[in-house]
């Protein structure tokens, strides 16, 4: 018998396999493929062109997807892979485990312990145009100068009340976007920007938050709530697995990882883990967000450098039965040819 195509919903520690019951994907049974001291959930499926699905039978698989996550997440901590991953076969799922084994690790480090928070807010534009028309003195002061003019003479100064009334909606939505990020970003562990989905949506965030927090959560929530009450309108959906926080490239393997991580941080090729740490603790004092002049998109760059060379020492100690090593080797020769992550 041949192997069947596999579905893969997520990857999560586990050294054995077992089954999950049929819960996947056209009612089939949810096991694991496991590769060392981790496992990718699993389901055989035909190959599914998920592009030619109408959006009714592409919305039942992705709810699919989500709920055997879900189902996974009663019991361990899960690194969710984006909706769609077929493999050609269970050798491949392997490959694929075997091939992202530091990233998966690091990943499953990062999100142990806690769950993604979506928060959603919303406004009303008419809303905040007549707020501004009523309260702006500078709006108010260009709306007299047209209304005592004529239609011709007026249109020069209309096309500057029409510029500034762009340029105060869009201020008073990055100071709302703003407050509402940072009052949430306290007790945040990592966050995101989402793409927006309407009009009427100002911001569309993520937060990976420890899940013992959700009540601090929803207190904030709560108390932005009353602060915007008929200014903003909140939604937040969660806990619920951290796809947002789950990047997995797929296109590099354990050397190119760890090769990229340790140029980013300015390290050579054989160091110490303190070395490690004081280059990150380095580069983060130069470009920590809270800094003048910092940068919150390196600061990630940053942090995931160290995490990725963490997780890799961190291996090698497990493997050597914790015994620390002085100086990690950040070779290829000798990246590939370690057995944790070989």
């Keep these: 018998m041949t ?22 994907i056209n009612n089939q049974e949810v096991n694991l493929i496991p590769y060392q001291n981790i496992a990718a959930v699993v389901s055989n499926t035909p190959v599914i062109n998920f592009d030619r699905l109408d959006k009714i039978e592409l919305t039942k698989y992705v709810a699919i997807h989500q709920k055997v996550n879900e189902e996974i997440m009663k019991n361990y901590e899960i690194v969710p892979l984006t909706f769609g991953m077929i493999a050609p076969s269970s050798n491949e799922v392997s490959r694929i485990l075997e091939k992202a084994f530091l990233q998966f690790k ?17 406004w009303d534009p008419k809303r905040v145009l007549e707020e501004l028309a009523s309260t702006d003195s500078e709006i108010q002061k260009l709306k007299r100068e047209i209304s005592s003019k004529s239609s011709i003479f007026g249109m020069p100064i209309k096309l500057k009340l029409g510029r500034l009334v762009s340029e105060k909606i869009e201020a008073r939505k990055q100071e709302y976007v703003k407050d509402v990020h940072t009052t949430l970003n306290a007790i945040a562990c990592d966050a995101t920007f989402n793409k927006l989905i309407d009009e009427d949506m100002i911001a569309n965030l993520s937060f990976l938050m420890e899940k013992i927090k959700e009540p ?28 947002s926080f789950s990047n997995i490239n797929l296109g590099h393997g354990n050397f190119e990882i760890i090769d990229e991580a340790r140029k980013f941080l300015g390290l050579g090729e054989k160091v110490a883990f303190d070395e490690i740490k004081k280059a990150y603790r380095a580069l983060s004092h130069q470009y920590h967000p809270d800094k003048y002049g910092g940068e919150a998109e390196k600061m990630k760059k940053i942090i995931e450098a160290y995490r990725i060379l963490e997780s890799y020492c961190q291996g090698c100690d497990e493997f050597l039965g914790e015994v620390k090593i002085q100086q990690y080797s950040l070779k290829r020769e000798d990246i590939e040819s370690f057995l944790i992550i070989k």
Excluded: C, H, W
């Excluded at 520690?13 to 996947?24: L, T």
């Excluded at 999100?111 to 993604?116: I, Q, R």
């Design 216 to 243: 601090e959560l929803d207190k904030k929530m709560q108390e932005l709530g009353q602060k915007y009450e008929g200014k903003l309108r909140f939604k937040y959906i969660g806990p619920m697995a951290a796809y």
């Design 3 to 24: 192997d069947q195509s596999k579905y893969i919903y997520s990857i999560i520690r586990e050294n054995e396999n077992r089954s999950f019951g049929p819960i996947g």
């Design 106 to 122: 690091t990943v499953l480090r990062k999100v142990t312990g806690k769950a993604e928070f979506a928060v959603q807010v919303r």
